[in-house]
Nanobody
Framework: QVQLVESGGGLVQPGGSLRLTCRTT????????MGWYRQAPGKQRELVAS???????NYADSAKGRFSISRDNAKNTLSLQMNSLTPEDTAVYYC?????????WGQGTQVTVSS
């Protein structure tokens, strides 16, 4: 069974940092573009960062200069380093392929930025 398991979320003060990790058991991970998505309360899920198997990255405007996506194909993990967090970054964060496949949505990890 294919799973994507996100972790690393939590409560952080504005200006703080978090590192999210996504683990998967599938070899599909190493050959496909992967991304981090987020869904804030009352809003649609959005793609915030993506990374191709060749190492090309792309970021939403809201994430540029603050977030950094990386992958470790040997460990089948996708990471998102988030710095200079603001309350607007509060959301549930998910990883998935790009474009996303409904079957692979996991539980996500909650990120709350608040003082």
């Amino acid at each position: 069974q294919v799973q994507l398991v996100e972790s690393g979320g939590g409560l952080v003060q504005p200006g703080g940092s978090l590192r999210l990790t996504c683990r998967t058991t599938t070899i599909l991970f190493s050959a496909n573009p992967m991304g981090w998505y987020r869904q804030a309360p009352g809003k649609q899920r959005e793609l915030v960062a993506s990374l191709t198997s060749a190492g090309r990255t792309n970021y939403a405007d809201s994430a540029k200069g603050r977030f950094s996506i990386s992958r470790d194909n040997a460990k089948n993990t996708l990471s998102l380093q988030m710095n200079s967090l603001t309350p607007e970054d509060t959301a549930v964060y998910y990883c998935n392929l790009v474009p996303a496949i409904n079957y692979y949505w996991g539980q996500g990890t909650q990120v709350t930025v608040s003082s």
